[in-house]
T-cell receptor, first 116, second 114 residues
Framework: QKEVEQNSGPLSVPEGAIASLNCTYSDRGSQSFFWYRQYSGKSPELIMSIYSNGDKEDGRFTAQLNKASQYVSLLIRDSQPSDSATYLCAVPGSFISNFGNEKLTFGTGTRLTIIP | DVKVTQSSRYLVKRTGEKVFLECVQD?????MFWYRQDPGLGLRLIYF???????EKGDIPEGYSVSREKKERFSLILESASTNQTSMYLCASSLYGTGTFGYTFGSGTRLTVV
């Protein structure tokens, strides 16, 4: 099993609708989770981080974490064409391995297209 | 804001050349990273440095080396470039405690080896 898994998409969502992106992870000891947005030809930028079970909201973005089920999701409300990008889920490695917690493991990303 | 600057946006090199990719960050971060990103394979860690002159191999270190002589600068070296090293190279940095803060990425270097 891959450490961090995402549906590669592409995911197409009409403008104004809710986009839902999902990520599962294998390490039950993971404590923090990150969502990065990457526009085509650009580098990833951090848009959300979440550490506790439940929801965390930031503007139109909501991150949801369920540690028991080992999944984290990102909801984008009122989707805009500018939200069209690849979204990467990232999880720190294990504390067990040397400096493992200092390194992020990334999913392969979900490509989201917002249709005007 | 933290700035991570990669010296070149696009590079074209010949097979067998020695290639240097430079990365500089301006916020006194302890950790610095080099990844490559390829379609379908995602981001793969090449090397990681947690302090000056300290380095750790990532998942795909073969054919690469790194240098960190100063805290702000982390260089990736392709000893003898090959066509399978054509890729997008991304540098990132973080405070010690990546699990809390995450990374900041540079703008990337798209390297083509011909």
């Amino acid at each position: 099993q891959k450490e961090v898994e995402q549906n590669s998409g592409p995911l197409s969502v009409p403008e104004g609708a809710i986009a839902s992106l999902n990520c599962t992870y294998s390490d039950r000891g993971s404590q923090s989770f990150f969502w990065y947005r990457q526009y085509s030809g650009k580098s990833p930028e951090l848009i959300m981080s979440i550490y506790s079970n439940g929801d965390k909201e930031d503007g139109r973005f909501t991150a949801q974490l369920n540690k028991a089920s080992q999944y984290v999701s990102l909801l984008i409300r009122d989707s805009q064409p500018s939200d069209s990008a690849t979204y990467l889920c990232a999880v720190p490695g294990s504390f067990i391995s040397n400096f493992g917690n200092e390194k992020l493991t990334f999913g392969t990303g979900t490509r989201l297209t917002i249709i005007p | 804001d933290v700035k991570v600057t990669q010296s070149s946006r696009y590079l074209v090199k010949r097979t067998g050349e020695k290639v240097f990719l430079e990365c500089v960050q301006d916020m006194d971060h302890e950790n610095m990273f080099w990844y490559r990103q390829d379609p379908g394979l995602g981001l793969r860690l090449i090397y990681f440095s947690y302090d000056v002159k300290m380095k750790e191999k990532g998942d795909i270190p073969e054919g690469y080396s790194v240098s960190r002589e100063k805290k702000e600068r982390f260089s990736l070296i392709l000893e003898s470039a090959s066509t399978n090293q054509t890729s997008m190279y991304l540098c990132a940095s973080s405070l010690y405690g990546t699990g809390t803060f995450g990374y900041t990425f540079g703008s990337g270097t798209r390297l083509t080896v011909v």
